[in-house]
């Protein structure tokens, strides 16, 4: 059974500081690429980051690059998002997923639709 499991979410003030943590199970990680996405209230959930299968390659959306860091530990089979310089518009459910390696590609691994599996999500809050 695959499980993917978030934690590391909660309030902090603008200009902080969380760092998020998802523990994969269930499959072969380290045959996967591994993202983060995120949702607000009444919009569509939008990709955050996403590494490739080694984490020697790393894809950010423009919205967070340069404050937010992914990461992967394949012992671990867990995946981190540092998150530095929050902001309000920050603030979202965020989730991890999983793509299978023969999706991963540079033009795919942001789309949400490809991934596989999904955790149950996180809930970060910034406050102004």
């Known amino acids: 059974q695959v499980q993917l499991v978030e934690s590391g979410g909660g309030s902090v003030q603008a200009g902080g500081s969380l760092r998020l943590s998802c523990v994969a199970s269930?499959?072969?990680?380290?045959?996967?690429?591994m993202g983060w996405f995120r949702q607000a209230p009444g919009k569509e959930r939008e990709g955050v980051a996403a590494?490739?299968?080694?984490?020697?390659?790393?894809y950010y959306a423009d919205s967070v690059k340069g404050r937010f860091t992914i990461s992967r530990d394949n012992a671990k089979n867990t995946l981190y998002l540092q998150m530095n310089s929050l902001e309000p518009e920050d603030t979202a459910m965020y989730y991890c997923?999983?793509?299978?390696?023969?999706?991963?590609?540079?033009?795919?691994?942001?789309?949400?639709?490809?991934?596989?599996?999904w955790g149950q999500g996180t809930q970060v809050t910034v406050s102004s």
């Open positions: 997923a999983a793509l299978s390696g023969r999706k991963c590609s540079s033009t795919r691994i942001l789309r949400d639709y490809e991934y596989d599996y």
């Open positions: 269930g499959y072969i990680y380290s045959r996967y690429c």
């Open positions: 590494t490739s299968i080694g984490g020697g390659s790393t």
